[in-house]
């Protein structure tokens, strides 16, 4: 998801991103109680539905529709990662400092191929519910109750107090969007991250999907969202024993040039085991100096993050959704990996009957001329 899709910048990942979050995260709370945050306008009269932070200089035209419904509750029979108490991830903090990207034993591989399974179906069926007029918290509630059939903890569910079993970005939100009252409008894209801890394991992976005919039919929407999905199955192909970590973001940021768009530096694909974020950090620009060389065992996520616009991003008041600075579109996909003998294992590959999928780039004025 990847949640914080290690979704740092390198030099917070360097001083350890679980650390830095969880330091931040509590400051931020302290903070929040001491000045919680008014709503200068009055509730809807026939909804109930407010914006908790209308002084906020928003960049886009998306908006926070809450109240946000109660954090969701998952049975004890279910096994919970260390954070569900309390929100703070200590398993991570541990590695703090360290480089080390582990190196997962046959049957370590196993639980990532089941907990990916699972994650898939849970996207999937997720993304069959993407359609005007329902809410983000409903496809919430959705993953959520799917993930229970599947003996699964939701992993984002108070991973550094994040409110919800799925992140659900909109527009021009770049990641971290948290499900609330808004209905889906014809003409939106939505990304809907998913990640499942399952036996010990943690899956993760999302996709960018169309809301409506509109959407489809928008020149922009379909160039970010399916350059954030060509971006990514280029990255993949480079996958294999001995590929550099620094290496996919020149693929992505190339392709992602090509296109008129940029890319998200702030946040990055990270390792995934045990643990929800760890080594390697794989940044998706250009240039970068990320350490580390792919071997066999090891198990990441790529998660490009492609905009219309300015690669710049601005964090909302919750302290989660971040959005483009310029308020134009951003789309997202992600895959969890795992590096074989002789190459890669997408881990939560789609499947056959699996909703969304690429649709035609538009035809440019440039491609135009150079067909004539």
């Known amino acids: 998801m990847g ?15 679980s650390e830095h979050k969880a330091i931040h995260k509590a400051k931020s709370n302290i903070l929040s109680n001491l000045f919680p945050p008014k709503v200068v306008s009055e509730p809807d009269p026939a909804t109930g539905h407010f914006n908790p932070f ?118 021009e939100t770049i990641c971290h969007g948290i499900p609330d009252q808004r209905p889906l409008e014809d003409g939106d894209i939505i990304n809907i991250d998913v990640t499942l801890y399952h036996n010990g394991f943690h899956g993760d992976l999302n996709e960018t999907y169309y809301v409506g005919e509109k959407a489809r039919a928008n020149p922009d929407a379909v160039r970010v969202v399916e350059t954030s999905r060509e971006c990514l199955d280029k990255a993949i192909e480079l996958v294999k024993p001995g590929m550099l970590f620094r290496e996919p973001g020149n693929v992505i940021e190339k392709l992602a040039k090509s296109r008129n768009c940029s890319v998200v530096k702030t946040y990055c694909g990270h390792g995934i085991n045990q643990l929800f974020h760890c080594a390697p950090n794989v940044p998706h620009y250009a240039k970068n100096k990320a350490v580390g060389t792919a071997k066999p065992g090891m198990c990441f996520t790529i998660e490009p993050m492609i905009n219309i616009g300015t690669h710049r991003d601005r964090t909302w ?56």
């Open 54 to 171: 209308p002084s906020f200089q928003f960049t886009g035209s998306l908006r926070p529709v809450y109240p946000l419904s109660p954090m969701r509750t998952v049975p004890k029979s279910i096994p919970h990662p260390d954070y569900a108490k309390d929100g703070i991830p200590r398993s991570e903090q541990k590695f703090v400092g360290r480089h080390n990207i582990t190196i997962l034993n046959k049957e370590q591989q196993e639980g990532m191929r089941k907990v990916c399974r699972l994650a898939r179906e849970v996207l999937d069926i997720a993304a069959r519910e993407v359609r005007p007029g329902v809410t983000t918290d409903y496809i919430d509630e959705v993953v959520h109750k799917a993930c229970l059939e599947r003996n699964s903890y939701p992993s984002p569910l108070n991973y550094m107090h994040f409110p919800k079993s799925v992140c659900t970005s909109i527009n």
């Open 317 to 372: 008041p919750d302290d989660w959704t971040s959005t483009t600075a310029d308020g134009s579109l951003s789309a997202q996909f992600e895959h969890t990996l795992l590096v074989t003998e002789d190459g890669v294992e997408v881990l939560t590959a789609r499947l056959p009957d699996s909703p969304g999928g690429p649709i035609p780039m538009p035809v440019t004025e440039d491609a135009k001329t150079a067909e004539n």
């Open 3 to 17: 949640t914080d899709s290690f979704f740092c910048s390198q030099d917070c990942f360097k001083r350890s991103w």
